[in-house]
């Protein structure tokens, strides 16, 4: 489930906010915002399972990413003539990359960009207004299991899981140019969800928080 902030109508003032989810036994996406019912994508393959969505906030957008490794772009529009005031509409963008299947995403509505993570351990950054390539980040033939971006200084970290029992998971933090920036290794954990904090550069230091499966941030 991902959260939905709409900008108003011309993209203008504070819009509507709402919940999108999937994963359901018919395979539909549902979109439910505050006060109506539910809208549902008008398509949606079987074969491509659904792995991970983000929704940047005011951009009416929203991003997928599947078992196939392809991104799709749905494009939502603000209609105030539907019950929901809200539509969809039939454009849709269809992004391949990745040769395995994408496992999450992040999106920074402040730099413009989206990054994707694969099971293979390759990182794609995509251009969030020109729905594009820009580059990919260097693979680590590890599967990638969350994806955080700085809103401060658009650094990447990436979170990697050991292959087995005898590799140890691991913390990488990416330039927007895809130069390392730190790295540390995590132990026999795996992370299931990064943020990084946004307080102001040059007189704040700030962090990068992840979760475990042990409990332990």
Known sequence: MVYLHLSGEGGKGDGQRGVTS???YDGSVRIRLKGSSEL???YWPQSRLITCCGAPKNRQLLLF??????VTVWRLQIDPKTAMGLSISSRYSLLPGHHTAISCLAVCRDFSV???GSRGGDCIIW???RLCYIRSIPSQSKPVSALAISSTLGDIAVAYDGLDSQTQSELLVWSINTSVVAGRGLGFVRVHCLTYSSAAEGVNINV???GTDAGTI
């Open 208 to 210: 990068v928080a992840a």
């Open 22 to 24: 999937w994963g359901f």
């Open 127 to 129: 251009d969030l207004n």
């Open 65 to 70: 990413g599947d078992s196939h490794g392809v």
């Open 40 to 42: 549902y994508l008008p």
């Open 114 to 116: 989206w990054v994707t």
